[in-house]
């Protein structure tokens, strides 16, 4: 069975023709909502529970993106699986409030690997793996094992204008056959939850004020 990585910090992890070539499609996305609908996010999808705005399919992205995903994760765990990610823009026009909690992630089924990179920004945000925390800064990344070790980032005031964009990463060893048992989600929900108070009136009050649940995985 597969087990949870060390956190480890990939900095300059995309070459600028990578780089461009995500920004070449997330501005073609925007293009096509601007001419059709006057809105550039329309074609996007509003997770308002995190106050981002998200391209959730890949599949449209060139196929050197996630290449450079596969190899990187090669890196990290043995025979990784098909390498799924999405792009996505944290910002008030989101409809609320940027937020990320203290969560696991459930949408591996097995023990999973997540990697998350900062794109552009006009602003800085931290991100913790439990307790270690990254200052991330532009084409840096950050990968972990989302669905064992709890990860977060402290609240952040955004302004109007202001956006913070990321790449998150996913896949699992293809040799990994146990799928882990719904007990384990309910461990990681418990632990999530004591992460949570530990900095409900520190680093987290504005997570809370906008309802946090119990069910932390997400």
Same mark, same amino acid.
């Given at each position: 069975?597969?087990?949870?990585?060390?956190?480890? =910090?990939?900095?300059?992890?995309?070459? /600028?023709?990578?780089?461009?070539?995500?920004?070449d499609h997330v501005n073609d996305v925007m293009a096509k909502g601007e001419r059709d609908h006057n809105d550039k996010y329309y074609y996007m999808t509003k997770l308002t529970n995190n106050?981002?705005?998200?391209?959730?399919?890949?599949?449209?992205?060139?196929?050197?993106?996630?290449?450079?995903?596969?190899?990187?994760?090669?890196? &990290?765990?043995?025979?990784?699986?098909?390498?799924?990610?999405?792009?996505? =823009?944290?910002?008030?026009?989101?409809?609320?409030?940027?937020?990320?909690?203290?969560?696991?992630?459930?949408?591996?089924?097995?023990?999973?690997?997540?990697?998350?990179?900062?794109?552009?920004?006009?602003?800085?945000?931290?991100?913790?793996?439990?307790?270690?925390?990254?200052?991330?800064?532009?084409?840096?990344?950050?990968?972990?094992?989302? %669905?064992?070790?709890?990860?977060?980032?402290?609240?952040?005031?955004?302004? %109007?204008?202001?956006?913070?964009?990321?790449? &998150?990463?996913?896949?699992?060893?293809?040799?990994?056959?146990?799928? &882990? /048992?719904?007990?384990?989600?309910?461990?990681?929900?418990?632990?999530?939850?004591?992460?949570?108070?530990?900095?409900?009136?520190?680093?987290?009050?504005?997570?809370?004020?906008?309802?946090?649940?119990?069910?932390?995985?997400?």
């Open positions: 069975m597969s087990e949870p990585i060390v956190p480890v =910090r990939i900095d300059n992890i995309f070459t /600028p023709e990578e780089y461009s070539a995500i920004y106050g981002f705005v998200a391209i959730l399919d890949p599949s449209g992205f060139p196929s050197i993106v996630q290449e450079k995903l596969q190899k990187i994760s090669a890196q &990290l765990i043995d025979s990784p699986s098909g390498v799924g990610f999405l792009w996505a =823009r944290y910002t008030l026009d989101s409809g609320d409030v940027p937020t990320l909690m203290p969560h696991c992630d459930k949408s591996e089924k097995f023990v999973g690997l997540y990697g998350t990179v900062q794109l552009n920004s006009n602003i800085d945000w931290d991100f913790y793996v439990e307790e270690e925390k990254f200052e991330m800064k532009n084409n840096s990344s950050v990968w972990f094992t989302g %669905t064992h070790q709890i990860h977060w980032r402290p609240d952040k005031k955004f302004n %109007t204008n202001d956006y913070y964009d990321i790449l &998150l990463a996913q896949t699992h060893s293809s040799l990994d056959t146990n799928p &882990l /048992p719904e007990e384990h989600y309910v461990t990681m929900d418990h632990k999530a939850l004591d992460f949570a108070n530990r900095y409900k009136d520190t680093l987290l009050k504005n997570g809370f004020a906008k309802n946090y649940s119990e069910d932390g995985c997400q």
